[in-house]
């Protein structure tokens, strides 16, 4: 089993004046194990390039924040890129992430640059 080092990242809302609320992506690191890494192209006919998927799972050692906004996770940084959390299952201390597609949405390292 391979081991895993990298961040995930939320996107927590947050009021910033009263009936104002915005999105807000934050990144935190956790350590964890790769449980499965498959990978497969996606053909589309009305595409010229294949997508790239991945059917991974990630089981991470979660914190008091992941364990309380496991729900707002979207995106896991492994590999070089930064990949689509599909679904979320809590096994306490654990949360095994599984991963789909590459992510396109905001995240807090596009925020900075």
């Not at 934050?26 to 790769?34: A, F």
């Not at 009305?46 to 364990?67: C, E, G, R, T």
């Not at 095994?96 to 992510?103: D, E, H, M």
């Amino acid at each position: 089993m391979a081991k895993y080092y990298g961040k995930v990242g939320y996107i927590v809302t947050e009021e910033v004046k009263p009936g104002v609320w915005v999105e807000r992506p934050v990144e935190l690191p956790y350590y964890g194990d790769v449980l499965k890494a498959v990978r497969r192209w996606q053909t589309s006919s009305d595409k010229q390039n294949d997508d790239l998927q991945v059917n991974n799972q990630i089981s991470i050692v979660s914190d008091p924040f992941a364990m309380n906004n496991f729900q707002s996770m979207r995106y896991i940084e492994w590999m070089g890129a930064l990949w689509k959390i599909e679904s979320v299952e809590v096994q306490f201390p654990r949360l095994i992430l599984s991963i789909g597609g590459v992510y396109n949405g905001r995240s807090a390292s596009s925020e900075t640059s």
